[in-house]
């Protein structure tokens, strides 16, 4: 059973940055695609970045590209993601989750295992 514990999360003015970190345990991390989600209240959770195993694949949702990297330590054990320039409307909890199957993919029911969230809050 894997089990994912997201932290980084905070309120930051527009135009800030944040990081993200999720850290992995209870499985074998690098034999895992990982993914990036977010969920704004009254809102259905949406993808932001994908990530392979390897690090080979790397996938963002249009909202965030040119702004968001995110990257893995499989040493660590971690998934992290960098948001830079953030904007209100990234206003969300954001979750990381993790898919043992072959293949990236962006959409929620193609991952197995979810952490508790971090909420991000981003004023004007």
């Known amino acids: 059973q894997v089990q994912l514990v997201e932290s980084g999360g905070g309120s930051v003015q527009a135009g800030g940055s944040l990081r993200l970190s999720c850290a992995a345990s209870?499985?074998?991390?690098?034999?895992?695609?990982m993914g990036w989600f977010r969920q704004a209240p009254g809102m259905e959770r949406e993808f932001v970045a994908t990530?392979?195993?390897?690090?080979?694949?790397?996938y963002y949702a249009s909202s965030a590209k040119g702004r968001f990297t995110v990257s893995r330590d499989n040493d660590k054990n971690m998934l992290y993601l960098q948001m830079n320039s953030l904007k209100p409307e990234d206003t969300a909890v954001y979750y990381c989750?993790?898919?043992?199957?072959?293949?990236?993919?962006?959409?929620?029911?193609?991952?197995?295992?979810w952490g508790q969230g971090t909420q991000v809050t981003v004023s004007s």
């Open positions: 989750a993790a898919d043992g199957n072959m293949g990236i993919r962006n959409y929620p029911s193609a991952y197995d295992y």
């Open positions: 990530i392979s195993r390897s690090a080979n694949s790397i």
């Open positions: 209870g499985g074998t991390f690098s034999n895992l695609n």
